[in-house]
């Protein structure tokens, strides 16, 4: 196979081998006319010479017989013929010797003086035809003595009108042998450049045939191929379609998507199915490849989590794209049970701080009862027993509160993947741990820097667990840390701001970090800093999935004298409406 370079300089070369050509047939076919008409206007020209000498001559012998006649019979009509005939002779004269025509008779420049001394001679005679004449015989003899006169005049006209007619023979032999040598070299120079340019065309068409050969293999080949490509999306068990990017437009759909949609590729449903892998897809790192992580709701009310890769396909001769996705709903499920039994491990883990932040709130309910009933037995029933049912009253709304955390984080998750407020899921796992944090005596310093009703797209009980893993991570550490050096204060910072269209959310603490042999492995499942039975391992590597099926990325490092968890996040709307951060 030639290379790129290569077929540009054949074409190039060709296209001047053409050009050339045609530019030498046209040059031949140009001198070949140009020569004709120079022949045709030589041939015109003697042809002239030696007509101009027969008028000269035939006008000589004309005005002679009309002097003859004037002669013997001088009447006004014979002198206007004679003044006419000498007119004629007298214009004639000056073409002999003053025209193109003329120069080319042989000798012509001897004749020259003599031609122009007759011609004034002859004016002479006109302008003495002006007068008139003397009566007869006066007439007669005047008459006579022009005709005399003007004798010389027809003998050179004669000789020069024999030198016309030689030269004209010999000119027109020249003239026949030139046109036989010079028609020659252009109608061969004409010939060969007409063979070069069939033969030129020749092979040029013997080249295209070829290439056109190989088109045709080549597009046999491809469909063979894109063939045998269908085949083997059938025969996958994953669902794969090929669809338009500008109208979404589902082009071919194997079996498996086929069932998953449950509708012809002409419904709204596929179309729902690829605009939804498209706004969750982002860029991989195989060039245009994006994947994708996804919940598709079936016609059969069932959830499908889909998860794979939007890349470029060349379909039927198009550039289309082709959507390949994994049904890991099995797979899911079993993620879902494993984050639940984390779930219900960090609320073992809590159990004592819960029931303790539970103890305080009934202590006070029960110290409020007991006053409450003492001053009933001393018949007291206004404000000081309001105000002892109000501190009971409040203290129910906080034992409410607790529980509330606690049924909310210990509840099943769903697999919708729907836009939320951020602000309001960082806020509410705070507020699940704040209470332990206060009894530890950690401060809490917390900025917020996006607005409240900024939106990301996931599932909002699974993220505020991923908050609520690293917020109990950071308060096992910071006890430890309190433990061992009680007169540094224990800090969590939660900080939050907007980045290139992303918001980012950083949880840093002063603990003392992780140690550096586990941080590179820190999400990787069962990998744990707390001691032998406290900790599952779990709870990381499920937070790096729950970012990650957000189109997120989390990362953890060490600052300063503690450990920061960075979490990204793309955002899903710039707002949401006051109904939805609600």
């Given amino acids: 196979m030639l290379s790129k370079k290569a077929k540009i300089a054949h074409k190039l070369l060709a296209g001047a081998l053409v050009v050339t050509t045609l530019g030498l047939f046209i040059a031949t076919g140009m001198l070949y006319l140009r020569q004709a008409e120079q022949r045709q206007l030589l041939a015109t020209s003697i042809r002239s010479s030696g007509w101009i000498a027969y008028q000269a001559q035939l006008e ?26 000498l007119e004629l002779l007298a214009s004639r004269l000056p073409l002999l010797y003053a025209s193109e025509e003329g120069r080319l008779i042989a000798g012509i420049d001897a004749f020259a003086p003599a031609l122009k001394d007759y011609r004034t001679r002859i004016e ?14 006066k007439s007669g003899r005047l008459i006579s003595q022009w ?41 061969a120079l004409m010939f060969i450049s007409g063979g070069g340019l069939v033969l030129l065309l020749f092979v040029q068409a013997r080249r295209d ?14 469909i063979e191929v894109e063939t045998s490509f269908e085949k083997t999306m059938q025969a996958m068990p994953f669902v794969a379609l090929i669809f338009d ?90 993620e879902l049970k494993v984050m639940q039994a984390a779930k219900l491990a960090t609320l073992g883990e809590m159990a004592t701080a819960i029931a303790h932040e539970t103890n305080q709130p ?26 002892k049912l109000t501190r009971i009253s409040d203290q129910v709304e906080r034992v409410k509160r607790i529980t509330d955390q606690v049924r909310r984080y210990g509840r099943l998750t769903s697999q919708q993947c729907e836009p939320f407020a951020l602000h309001d899921a960082v806020q509410l796992a705070i507020g699940f741990v704040a209470e332990q944090y206060r009894a530890a005596g950690i401060r809490l310093d917390i900025d917020l820097d996006f607005a409240t009703d900024l939106a990301v797209a996931g599932e909002q009980t699974m993220f505020e667990q991923v908050i609520v893993n ?6 096992d550490a910071l006890d430890a840390l309190h433990d061992r050096d009680t007169d540094r204060t224990p800090v969590l910072q939660v900080r939050g701001w907007m980045k290139s269209g992303s918001v980012v959310l950083e949880l840093e603490d002063n603990g003392g970090g992780i140690p550096e042999e586990i941080i590179a492995h820190l999400f990787d499942p069962f990998v744990t800093t707390k001691p032998v039975g406290k900790g599952t391992g779990l709870g990381l590597s499920m937070a ?39």
């Fill in 470 to 475: 690293i917020l109990v991570n950071a308060r």
């Fill in 209 to 222: 045939r070829r290439r056109l050969h190989d088109v045709l293999e080549a597009r046999r080949a491809q």
């Fill in 362 to 387: 009934l202590a006070v309910i029960r110290l409020a009862i007991a006053n409450a009933r003492r001053l009933l037995e001393h018949g007291e029933t206004g404000e000081a027993l309001a105000a």
């Fill in 124 to 137: 002479t005679y006109l302008r003495r035809l002006e007068d008139p004449l003397p009566p007869p015989p």
């Fill in 544 to 582: 790096r999935n729950i970012v990650r099926d957000m189109n997120g990325d989390i990362a953890a490092r060490n600052v300063r004298s503690g450990a920061c968890f960075t979490i990204r996040l793309p955002v899903a709307s710039q707002t949401l409406s006051l109904e939805e951060a609600a």
């Fill in 245 to 334: 990017p500008d109208t979404h437009e589902v082009k071919f759909a194997n079996d498996e998507a086929i069932e998953l949609v449950g509708a012809s590729l002409a419904h709204p449903d596929w179309t729902r199915l690829i605009r939804s892998a498209i706004d969750v897809s982002k860029t991989s790192d195989q060039g245009d490849t994006r994947t994708t992580i996804l919940s598709f709701g079936r016609r059969d009310g069932e959830i499908s989590s889909l998860r794979g890769t939007i890349s470029p396909a060349r379909w039927r001769g198009r550039r289309l794209r082709m959507l390949a996705l994994a049904d890991v709903t099995k797979l899911r499920d079993a």
């Fill in 60 to 85: 000589y012998v004309k005005t002679t017989a009309t002097l003859d006649i004037a002669r013997d019979d001088p009447s006004p009509r014979i002198i206007d013929q004679l003044e006419l005939r």
């Fill in 147 to 187: 005709r005399s006169e003007l004798v010389p005049l027809g003998r050179n006209l004669q000789t020069i009108l024999e030198a016309a007619v030689v030269d004209n023979d010999e000119i027109n032999r020249r003239e026949a042998a030139l046109s036989k040598e010079t028609a020659a070299l252009p109608l």
